[in-house]
């Protein structure tokens, strides 16, 4: 093999739903790449792989990120949750039983980026209203279902206040 047919893989460290994971990875490799094949977490969904859809949403740092536009790289030494990282081990948190209640998921492929993105609105905003949930969702985007029942899954889930 000559020189331009090698691979270059880097080292890189990040944390994934409080467990450190050291990879090797390409370059170009995208995040949701290295979540799905690499660490094993399928909860992260590859829809469109622009960006578009939501469907790889995952947290950064506490921030909602499309994971298929981040370079693995990019993760070195952050903090990454996972659907996987905000569901019990036994049972469903409150804001996934408000989505259940509700109906707000039909084939539940959009539904983790969803509620990843409901996480992070619920963090910073315990009590939002129904136009800062509809911004905060604004970017995943479901086929299957209305968006309402999403909407009142978070609403309940605020007004419980992480029960």
């Known amino acids: 093999m000559n020189v ?3 691979k270059t893989k880097l080292h890189i460290q990040m944390s994934v739903n409080g ?13 949701s790449d290295v979540l799905r094949h690499q660490v094993g977490l399928t909860g992260t969904h590859v829809g469109c792989e622009h960006g578009v859809c939501g469907a790889c949403t995952v947290l950064v740092d506490g921030m909602p990120q499309r994971s298929c536009l981040i370079f693995a790289v990019q993760a070195e030494g952050m903090e990454i949750t996972t659907i996987e990282g905000v569901t019990p081990a036994l049972g469903l948190s409150s804001l996934q039983e408000a989505f259940q209640k509700h109906h707000a998921l039909q084939c539940g492929f959009c539904t983790p980026g969803f509620v990843l993105s409901a996480e992070a609105l ?3 905003k315990p ?6 949930i509809r911004e905060a969702l604004s970017g995943n985007i479901c086929r299957c279902t209305g968006y309402q029942a999403i909407v009142d899954a978070v609403l309940e889930a605020a007004s419980k206040g992480g029960e």
């Open 127 to 132: 009590n939002p209203d129904e136009s800062q």
């Open 19 to 31: 467990e450190r994971y050291d990879v090797d990875v390409e370059p170009r490799q995208l995040l």
């Open 122 to 124: 619920l963090r910073d």
């Open 4 to 6: 331009s047919e090698q």
